[in-house]
């Protein structure tokens, strides 16, 4: 059974810091590009951060470039973001998804969401 499932999201203060995981089951992440997404309330998805996991190039949303830092772990068949500085635009759905960065993603978590307060 493939699976992808988010967890590690909350409520933090503006300024705080949050490490969401997005881990793997049914399949090998590694062989996959693994994107971040979000989606606020009346806001379009928009993408967050991408890694390559072939040769570990890492992507980011300009508004977030220098906070969130995307990582993988494949012992444990997982993408890692941890998001510093958070600010009360930060606050959204966050989805991950494993596919290609040009696309498609072929398979969704079912999202965590993150407040910022």
């Known amino acids: 059974h493939v699976q992808l499932v988010e967890s590690g999201g909350g409520s933090v203060q503006a300024g705080g810091s949050l490490n969401v995981s997005c881990t793997a089951s049914?399949?090998?992440?590694?062989?996959?590009?693994v994107g971040w997404f979000r989606q606020a309330p009346g806001k379009e998805r928009e993408g967050v951060a991408a890694i390559d996991t072939g040769d570990g190039s890492t992507y980011y949303l300009n508004s977030v470039e220098g906070r969130f830092t995307i990582s993988q772990d494949p012992t444990k068949n997982a993408v890692y973001l941890q998001m510093d500085s958070l600010t009360p635009e930060d606050a959204a759905s966050y989805y991950c998804a494993a596919g290609l960065i040009c696309g498609p993603f072929r398979y969704w978590g079912q999202g965590t969401q993150v407040t910022v307060s």
């Open positions: 049914g399949f090998t992440l590694e062989r996959d590009d």
